[in-house]
């Protein structure tokens, strides 16, 4: 027991590093999933085709590959290609952009949710397609799939650790958990504050992703 | 080198795929497991432990379990026409399961999970490029130090870093749990450290310049150089790196076993042909086996 309190009083720094890393990372990723994401989910259900099948292939080709494998593409591909991205860049574009085409399906599930007679009503009423979309459509989908995008949030915390063992080397949590235990050897301990530090994280989410729902939520 | 990144899918499936083949027709470099009785005069040398010892126990089993790097040429690398394991530390874990009489097995073994796979007991022995430490020495036992290396830099050629003095500021790659990251803290404190779990994907970032720079043994650096000729070795040695056999803490039958073997080979002249094939001819020069033994290794550091 004592072990377990010696190794995060002897490593706290790094491991207070590595948290706050991940903390930046998350807190970035998830404004560029939900920015993008609304925004696919928009292109997706708009009565316009080209902009359904652009949002659709956005959709297919960021949920269908693997994390590691966008990561190592748009860090090592993109660098080999000639563009300079710095591993920060594509450590939250990645992690934003895979999280984004989940959470763009997680809107586009809402706003079916929707009733149809709720959006000719707008549109007879006089609102124009994006108006009926900003006002009518996407408060009442958003509200709907709180739970989704909270459960989304916490899955992206989740895979953030990927970021800092893969060739990125981001400082982040689990990244400086390595290193401590690279060190220490003392794994059981080292992993067991990894686990705590995203445990604090993925808990204080579902707070917040609680008291949204008690607040906002539409119970049908 | 281009050709090397590009074939790495179809070497992991030769890998895999000459494995199986090992597995069943047993390895070419020494007979006594095919030809049975009439195996000659290396199958008759070797020597029985007792069953419940552990050396006894790897005899009953018929294999040793070695964990070798898997992108460290010219110590332990996949060959990217055959797809076997092959190197300076796989050519020392042969002497080593020769002598015991059984077949090796080579598992991949990174810095950062070798020893946990050795406390584990994923493998029998580490052969590794590990260099020999105290730190390390708590966890686990060494043999006599097999070979030494030096700690150099690896840059572009053409690079403004000429010695460890020019890394302030710049972006230096090594893996984490290697020695590295302490010897690049204290030597350039100033530097931007990148760790990640292979020296391949430290050669990848230098390649795409991601990193200035990659600090790590000679030995490795030599292997980089030899896939990608655009690189270059600069400044003084950094380090000394006593390379030694990572043995199970406490396991003394097994050092003095290893321990052994070691030495003979030394004494035969097997150690300068090793050296030779896979380190000397590259870099011009001979060398003779490591004097310093492992008291003097450890007190390095």
């Known amino acids: ?204 989410t579902t707070l917040a992703v609680r008291r949204l729902e008690v607040r906002y939520a539409i119970h049908r | 080198m281009k050709l090397n990144t590009q074939w790495r899918p179809l070497a992991v499936l030769a890998l895999v795929m000459g494995s199986l083949a090992m597995s069943s027709c047993g390895d070419d470099d020494d007979d006594d497991g095919g030809s049975g009785s009439g195996g000659g005069d290396q199958a008759a040398e070797v020597k029985q432990y007792p069953a419940n010892s552990t050396l006894g126990k790897i005899q009953d089993a018929g294999e040793i379990t070695i964990g070798v790097k898997y992108d460290v040429p010219p110590f332990g690398f996949e060959n990217p026409q055959s797809g076997e394991i092959e190197g300076f530390d796989v050519d020392m874990g042969r002497y080593i399961a020769e002598e015991l009489g059984v077949e090796p097995k080579f598992v991949e073994a990174i810095s950062d999970n070798r020893i946990p796979f050795l406390e584990r007991g994923t493998v029998d022995l580490i052969l590794s490029t590990m260099t020999i430490n105290q730190e390390r020495d708590m966890e686990i036992d060494f043999s006599e130090p097999y070979y030494v290396a030096e700690g150099r830099i690896l840059v572009p050629k053409g690079s403004d870093i000429k010695g460890v003095d020019d890394l302030a500021g710049k972006r230096v790659c090594t893996a984490l749990g290697s020695t590295y990251e302490e010897t690049i803290r204290e030597e350039a404190p100033d530097a931007d450290l990148k760790l990640v779990d292979t020296y391949s994907e430290c050669l990848e970032l230098l390649q795409n310049k991601a990193i200035d720079a990659i600090s790590t043994d000679d030995v490795i650096l030599t292997g980089m150089i030899i896939q990608d000729d655009t690189l270059e070795m600069v400044g003084d040695k950094l380090t000394t790196e006593p390379y030694g056999v990572g043995i199970k803490d406490g396991d003394k039958q097994m050092k003095t076993f290893v321990d052994g073997v070691l030495a003979s080979v030394e004494e035969d002249g097997r150690w300068e042909d090793t050296y030779q094939e896979w380190v000397g001819q590259y870099l011009n020069k001979e060398q003779a086996p490591p004097e310093m033994d492992l008291q003097q290794a450890l007190a390095l550091g």
Do not use: C
């Not at chain 1, 491991?15 to 925004?39: C, D, E, K, N, P």
């Not at chain 1, 952009?97 to 599930?109: D, F, G, P, Q």
């Open chain 1, 1 to 204: 027991m004592t072990e377990l309190w010696n190794v995060l009083a002897d490593h706290f720094s790094e491991f207070s590093t590595g948290f706050w890393v991940t903390v930046r990372i998350v807190v970035i990723s998830f404004v560029i999933a939900m920015v993008v994401g609304t925004l696919v989910a928009t292109m997706r259900i708009a009565p316009v085709k080209l902009l359904n099948w652009v949002g659709g292939v956005f959709v297919e080709v960021f949920r269908n590959t693997p994390l590691l494998v966008l990561l190592f593409i748009s860090y090592a591909g993109l660098r080999r290609a000639g563009l300079p991205i710095s591993a920060w860049v594509a450590g939250v574009g990645s992690l934003g952009l895979y999280t984004s085409a989940y959470v763009a399906e997680a809107l586009r599930s809402g706003v079916f949710a929707v009733g149809k007679g709720q959006i000719d009503a707008s549109l007879s009423l006089g609102l124009d397609y994006p108006r009926t979309l900003r006002y009518v459509i996407l408060p009442q989908a958003v509200r709907t799939v709180i739970p989704h995008l909270g459960s989304l949030t916490i899955a992206m915390i989740k895979n953030s650790a990927i970021i800092g063992v893969s060739l990125l080397a981001l400082e982040d949590l689990l990244h400086q958990a390595r290193l401590v235990n690279s060190r220490t050897f003392q794994t059981d301990e080292v992993f067991f504050w990894a686990a705590v530090g995203y445990l604090i994280l993925t808990l204080l």
